[in-house]
């Protein structure tokens, strides 16, 4: 098992940063990938980034080149760093860990609870 615990998330005006946190605890070798998924009022979870064990990223096209996703390996600790907020990107977001051994779809077994990230206009 893997538990994941999210913070970071607030309220913040159009325009501006947030910094988003997931420490992972239990089973963390088995956490290849980690990454988010957001889900907004009304509407189905999507996907937002990932990143492997080895750095290697991948961004939903809606947040390339504003947010950036990394991973401090020693802390099991995955972050995401959001610039340039959007009104549309209100969501509550979820850490995700998905256990596959090689880079690929990311498909997570491990969910955190979530935190609201509101981005006013």
């Known amino acids: 098992q893997v538990q994941l615990v999210e913070s970071g998330g607030g309220l913040v005006q159009a325009g501006g940063s947030l910094r988003l946190s997931c420490a992972a605890s239990?089973?963390?070798?088995?956490?290849?990938?980690q990454g988010w998924f957001r889900q907004a009022p009304g509407k189905e979870r999507e996907f937002v980034a990932s990143?492997?064990?080895?750095?290697?990223?991948d961004y939903a096209d809606s947040v390339k080149g504003r947010f950036t996703i990394f991973r401090d390996n020693a802390k099991n600790t995955v972050y995401l760093q959001m610039n340039s907020l959007k009104p549309e990107d209100t969501a509550v977001y979820y850490c995700?860990?998905?256990?596959?051994?090689?880079?690929?779809?990311?498909?997570?077994?491990?969910w955190g609870q979530g935190t609201q990230v509101t981005v006013s206009s």
């Open positions: 995700a860990a998905d256990t596959s051994l090689a880079w690929g779809p990311f498909k997570p077994q491990f």
């Open positions: 239990g089973r963390t070798f088995s956490s290849n990938i």
């Open positions: 990143v492997g064990w080895g750095g290697i990223t």
